[in-house]
């Protein structure tokens, strides 16, 4: 039985069948399970109280993971003796003009925080407001209120909180390891310092301090992103894309990770409303149906994002701790948040993460034993380089010709002919080629940013030359985005090309899924592949997409059943479509292991550097690495 249970059983007698109001102490007892769930809910509170009294520094100690002790320092305006008895009262606050529960600007607002952690805690509240000459200090042992009397201190209020759960010791068993409680607490403490680039935040377990977020504001053109990038890493700051877009009085700003930046797991999702860090099932959906389109379902993006409302169009008083909201128009907010990450997205081009290039200077980094500071051991010593990484190298083909130099122009199209495969009239196979000298000047390698192809690896990978580096390319990734694209576009404007099969192709499949690829018969018809009905759990394939060119007709529907069983009914029907694109782009894509001309290499570079989205393929993995020389020397010894 819960605590709050055993309380109510004890204030309602059944056998009497007795209704009688609670006492003061068992109110607030109750309003502490709600409010004060957690060592970090009581940060929370205090932290968002320090914030709302206009602190420009916040200063928390947690001593045993909160559990002995959790001690918050601000430099805000204080409170006098008066205040000081008030704040400690339940339902006492100074952030509510007329008691209008519509119009809250502040973070916190009920008036419970206090007398909820005075009712099961040792709490002491020291201030002094700006201005007098004396601080006081007041104190609430498990409910019981003493005088204010005199104390020493600087302008501001400490709060401590000592013995957290004392006074109900059921609490005490569900709580975590120290360690774990100090870690959410951290978390906490981010989230708010997210919001606030202006306030110098710290977090101290009594012996160090393992957060500190110095004050950003003034320092850079854009001081939140500085702090997102104090926190958050140096990575993001280099893979984030700004979000700046505006709709009918509501406002989104903030940044948002590459897709080839992203986590198992959606904990680094930030998410705010008017300042308030919240976890919200409407935001954390629009925020999947965004980015849908670029990641697995088992990849999340890695973002901050700042959504600023009309007070009245957000209720923020629907849950205890006020970590959900409700807005007056999910669908305008959700359709913002969808829009300004796609634009964002649409906008970063054919650009992948540093992270990619990182990772594969991790793989390739030899691994010696050696104390030199060369990359391998003794000096002529074979390095120790990852497993396959001779053959790699002892298969790079060099597309050169005698005395002449290939240059293509801006406008090289990739081209498909009706088996899918990529044309051009000049097309020489690379492996056939002379040996040539290639000009390593700018004005060759330079004017692209993908560079000029220089071989092909493994008959998968594209190796290209750049103006200081080399870019290796995934061929069948890159062209599958591209023929994504392609597909989406003719979606768009005229609906997608088809063609005929000269023997109508019978696909057996078991009856669910049979049933639900038929219940899209129109949708899928708008992309190109006219299904049937053929009997009992099968269907017969008439036309496909004239995209995709030779494709296996039967792993195409059977990987198109298996998608609509698992399509989240939340989707848009233009997101489920977009899916379905993904999944044909996946089955028209040229395979690892074809081989490609030169012009066939250089012409798939092109279109990716003009097609939206082409560093990285549907399922959200990069499509290329790029390493610059500097780093590849490193590897060498070089440098």
């Known amino acids: 039985m819960s605590e709050h249970s055993k309380l109510m059983r004890d204030a309602l007698p059944t056998s009497a069948g007795i209704i009688r109001l609670l006492n003061e102490r068992t109110i607030n007892r109750i309003a502490?399970?709600?409010?004060?769930?957690?060592?970090?809910?009581?940060?929370?509170?205090?932290?968002?109280?320090?914030?709302?009294?206009?602190?420009?520094?916040?200063?928390?100690?947690?001593?045993?993971?909160?559990?002995?002790?959790?001690?918050?320092?601000?430099?805000?305006?204080?409170?006098?003796?008066?205040?000081?008895?008030?704040?400690?009262?339940?339902?006492a606050t100074s952030k509510l003009s007329d008691e209008d529960l519509v119009n809250i600007s502040s973070l916190g607002f009920r008036g419970e925080a206090l007398a909820s952690i005075g009712a099961v805690a040792k709490l002491q509240v020291s201030s002094r407001s700006r201005g007098a000459s004396d601080a006081w200090e007041i104190t609430v042992d498990a409910g019981t209120k003493y005088e204010p009397k005199p104390t020493s201190m600087a302008n501001g209020t400490k709060i401590e909180v000592r013995d957290l759960f004392y006074a109900t010791p059921a609490r005490l068993k569900f709580m975590k390891t120290a360690r774990t409680e100090y870690g959410q607490a951290?978390?906490?403490?981010?989230?708010?310092?997210?919001?606030?680039?202006?306030?110098?935040?710290?977090?101290?377990?009594?012996?160090?301090?393992?957060?500190?977020?110095?004050?950003?504001?003034?320092?850079?053109?854009d001081a939140r992103l500085e702090r997102l990038g104090a926190i958050l890493g140096?990575?993001?700051?280099?893979?984030?894309?700004?979000?700046?877009?505006?709709?009918?009085?509501?406002?989104?700003?903030?940044?948002?990770?590459?897709?080839?930046?992203?986590?198992?797991?959606?904990?680094?999702?930030?998410?705010?409303?008017?300042?308030r860090p919240v976890k919200d099932r409407l935001l954390i959906g629009a925020v999947r149906g965004a980015y849908q389109d670029y990641l697995a379902r088992d990849r999340h993006p890695i973002l901050a994002l700042f959504l600023e409302v009309p007070?009245?169009?957000?209720?923020?008083?629907?849950?205890?701790?006020?970590?959900?909201?409700?807005?007056?128009?999910?669908?305008?907010?959700?359709?913002?948040?969808?829009?300004?990450?796609?634009?964002?997205?649409?906008?970063?081009?054919?650009?992948?993460?540093?992270?990619?290039?990182?990772?594969?200077?991790?793989?390739?980094?030899?691994?010696?034993?050696?104390?030199?500071?060369?990359?391998?051991?003794?000096?002529?010593?074979?390095?120790?380089?990852?497993?396959?990484?001779?053959?790699?190298?002892?298969?790079?083909?060099?597309?050169?010709?005698?005395?002449?130099?290939?240059?293509?122009?801006?406008?090289?199209?990739?081209?498909?002919?009706?088996?899918?495969?990529?044309?051009?009239?000049?097309?020489?196979?690379?492996?056939?080629?002379?040996?040539?000298?290639?000009?390593?000047t700018p004005a060759e390698t330079g004017s692209f940013p993908l560079g000029v192809a220089r071989g092909q690896v493994h008959a998968t990978y594209i190796v290209s030359q750049t103006n200081d580096g080399i870019v290796v390319v995934d061929q069948h990734a890159a062209h599958e985005r591209l023929v994504y694209e392609r597909?989406?576009?003719?979606?768009?404007?005229?609906?997608?090309?088809?063609?005929?099969?000269?023997?109508?192709?019978?696909v057996e499949l078991e009856e669910g899924p049979a049933e639900r690829l038929l219940a899209r018969v129109e949708e899928l018809a708008g992309l190109g592949l006219i299904v049937e009905a053929f009997g009992e759990g099968a269907v017969v394939v008439r036309e496909v997409p004239a995209l995709l060119g030779k494709v296996d007709v039967k792993g195409l529907v059977r990987d198109l059943a298996d998608e609509l069983t698992e399509y989240d009914q939340a989707?848009?029907?233009?997101?489920?479509?977009?899916?379905?694109?993904?999944?044909?782009?996946?089955?028209?894509?040229?395979?690892?292991?074809?081989?490609?001309?030169?012009?066939?290499?250089?012409?798939?570079?092109?279109?990716?550097?003009?097609?939206?989205?082409?560093?990285?393929?549907?399922?959200?993995?990069?499509?290329?690495?790029?390493?610059?020389?500097?780093?590849?020397?490193?590897?060498?010894?070089?440098?």
């Not at 409010?35 to 932290?47: D, G, I, M």
């Not at 997608?496 to 192709?505: C, K």
């Not at 097609?611 to 440098?639: M, W």
């Open 32 to 91: 502490a399970g709600e409010v004060v769930e957690r060592p970090a809910s009581a940060v929370k509170e205090l932290v968002e109280n320090s914030i709302d009294a206009g602190a420009s520094r916040i200063d928390v100690v947690m001593v045993e993971g909160g559990r002995s002790l959790i001690q918050v320092i601000d430099d805000g305006r204080g409170m006098t003796p008066d205040e000081l008895q008030l704040a400690v009262e339940r339902h």
């Open 234 to 275: 140096k990575e993001f700051r280099e893979n984030a894309l700004e979000i700046d877009a505006e709709r009918e009085g509501l406002k989104l700003t903030g940044f948002a990770g590459l897709p080839t930046y992203s986590r198992g797991n959606a904990q680094h999702q930030y998410l705010f409303v008017n300042g």
């Open 571 to 639: 989707l848009s029907l233009k997101e489920k479509l977009e899916e379905v694109c993904g999944t044909m782009a996946c089955h028209g894509s040229v395979r690892a292991g074809r081989r490609l001309t030169v012009d066939e290499m250089n012409a798939l570079l092109r279109e990716m550097e003009a097609t939206p989205h082409s560093g990285q393929c549907n399922h959200g993995r990069p499509t290329y690495v790029e390493l610059k020389l500097a780093d590849i020397e490193k590897l060498f010894g070089r440098r």
């Open 311 to 440: 007070s009245e169009f957000v209720d923020v008083n629907v849950h205890p701790a006020k970590a959900e909201v409700r807005f007056k128009d999910a669908g305008l907010v959700r359709g913002l948040i969808v829009s300004a990450l796609r634009h964002a997205l649409a906008e970063a081009g054919h650009r992948a993460s540093t992270t990619v290039a990182g990772a594969a200077l991790g793989a390739m980094t030899a691994h010696s034993g050696a104390s030199s500071s060369m990359p391998w051991g003794r000096q002529g010593e074979r390095p120790n380089l990852p497993s396959g990484f001779g053959k790699v190298v002892e298969q790079v083909y060099a597309p050169d010709g005698q005395n002449t130099s290939l240059r293509f122009s801006d406008s090289a199209q990739l081209k498909l002919d009706p088996s899918g495969d990529i044309v051009q009239p000049s097309a020489r196979h690379v492996e056939n080629l002379p040996e040539q000298n290639f000009s390593d």
């Open 186 to 221: 951290g978390d906490v403490l981010k989230r708010l310092a997210m919001a606030h680039p202006d306030i110098a935040f710290s977090l101290s377990d009594g012996n160090r301090t393992t957060f500190r977020a110095p004050p950003t504001a003034g320092l850079t053109e």
């Open 487 to 506: 597909m989406k576009i003719a979606m768009d404007q005229t609906g997608v090309a088809r063609q005929a099969l000269l023997l109508p192709e019978v």
